[in-house]
């Protein structure tokens, strides 16, 4: 294997190169990597009550943390209305993020990766303001770009 190394390296240097004779050329590289966000670690909110059930003003309650991830400035809102059995039975209730309103923004020019909390609360009238029985709605949590 030296043997052959050696002539190519002795043709190589005795070859005459010079600067005028190097060609230099510049190429730019670029990439646009698209704005994402993912939601991981929602579950089902079970609301509960430490009054009677049932009962008249008895507050109904329950949180669930989440992850939320970005590679850029998001926007997240949430969104849900008064829980219902069948047709025409609601209970008024309400929902937050991270106990105040119900959107957040992230920093701006920066990635995000961070739990969050979401509420929902409910609480009962008079006895005969709501049917017994079990109560349902669904929430969203949308993403959106800033």
Do not use: C, W
């Not at 294997?1 to 070859?15: I, Q, R, T």
């Not at 809102?77 to 992230?106: C, Q, Y």
């Not at 929902?120 to 959106?144: F, K, M, N, P, R």
């Amino acid at each position: 294997m030296k043997k052959l190394l050696l002539p190519l390296a002795l043709a190589l240097s005795s070859s005459n190169i010079f600067a005028s004779d190097i060609e230099n050329s510049s190429a730019e590289i670029s990439m646009d990597v698209a704005l994402y966000a993912s939601i991981t670690g929602l579950d089902t909110l079970e609301l509960s009550t430490s009054d009677a059930g049932g009962s008249e003003g008895a507050v109904y309650s329950a949180s669930d943390s989440f992850n939320l991830e970005s590679n850029g400035q998001v926007r997240l809102v949430l969104a849900g209305s008064d829980l219902k059995i069948g047709e025409n039975h609601t209970i008024p209730t309400t929902f937050s993020l991270n106990g105040g309103g119900t959107s957040l923004d992230t920093a701006t020019d920066s990635v995000h990766n961070q739990a969050h909390t979401v509420s929902a609360s409910a609480t009962l009238g008079a006895i005969s303001d709501q049917l017994s029985g079990d109560y349902e709605i669904g929430i969203s949590l949308t993403v959106t770009a800033m």
